[in-house]
């Protein structure tokens, strides 16, 4: 009797980021490859947008239950437009944030080639301009859009070290190519420009950022879909950045023998008693916190705590972003 492997074990190269790391990407992209490549904001996960199967490949490899939409990647805003149609808020997001965290969902221009896989038969497109010169080196060698994911396995908190991808990924996608840690550390703000401006996910570019630039304020996309409803957004669903332990929020005390995460110099009563302690920021920025965020949290759920215990958190700025995963991540499963 043969035993069929659904999912065949590739090897799986980790180069660091130099010329000829992003030639070897294009030329495995053009093939059909994934390649796992930084972004500022996390690592994503690449194919060729235009390729059906890679994005099959890809869906696979993430073990992504269903065929959510995936943003395309491109090296300048001239790209986005041979793709999608641009509304007057729309080109005034771009100017002001491309290159830069922030995704653009729009009207799918009509001879746009990229994968109806990918955009998940939407008949809109989610685009976005990296500002990393990795991406951006990787886009221009490749010559054509990146449809790209955060680079971990689905439900799995995204990842801002190539050794994240290499933890999730490693025997299922093709390249990794180590560019260091992810600036930014938490995914881009995405907002749907199909009529009014719409936030569909918190991200690294505020509220109050979007907003100034738009002189109005942004309608927001109902967050919870209910139960088989299609989310707009799937990195909506509640339970989306998981670590396995279970995750207590806003702790106010520390219970003996809790993982404790922190922000800001003063930790709460009882943090002496605490298994292990990362802080986000010591300093109290909200910056620095996105860009330890997911990379605290492998941390402390790979220390073998019962209950991680996070601190309040602000909700202003960034802020808003990271209490969004945070929640996601304390979601019932
Ligand atoms: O920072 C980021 O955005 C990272 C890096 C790699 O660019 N990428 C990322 O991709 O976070 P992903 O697949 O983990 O999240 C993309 C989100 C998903 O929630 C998806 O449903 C949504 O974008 N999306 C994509 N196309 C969409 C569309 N046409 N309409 C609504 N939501 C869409
Ligand atoms: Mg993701």
Redesign the pocket.
Known sequence: MTVELSTRIILTRLVAADPEAIAAAARCLAAGGLVAFP?E?????GADAHNGQAVARLYEAKGRPGF????A?VPDAAAARGLAHFEEAAARLAEAFWPG?L?L?LPKLPGCQVSELA??G?K???L?V?DHPVARDLLLAFGRAIV????NRSGHV?PTTAAHVLADLRGRIDLIIDGGATPVG???T?V?CLGEPTL??P??ISRSEIERVLGAKVADAASQPGEGEA??????LASHYAPRTHMRLDATQVIAGEALLGFGPKLPPGADNAAVILNLSHSGSLIEAAANLFSHLRRLDAAGASTIAVVPLPHHGLGEAINDRLQRAAAPR
């Not at 904001?41 to 996960?45: D, K």
């Not at 959510?68 to 943003?71: A, E, H, R």
């Open positions: 972004t904001t996390v690592y994503g996960l959510n939409p995936l943003i990647h965290p995704t969902v955009t998940a939407l809109s497109i989610a976005r990296p790209a994911p955060s680079a995204s938490i995914e881009s995405i749907a569909l996910r991200g690294g989310p707009l957004a799937p990195g909506q």
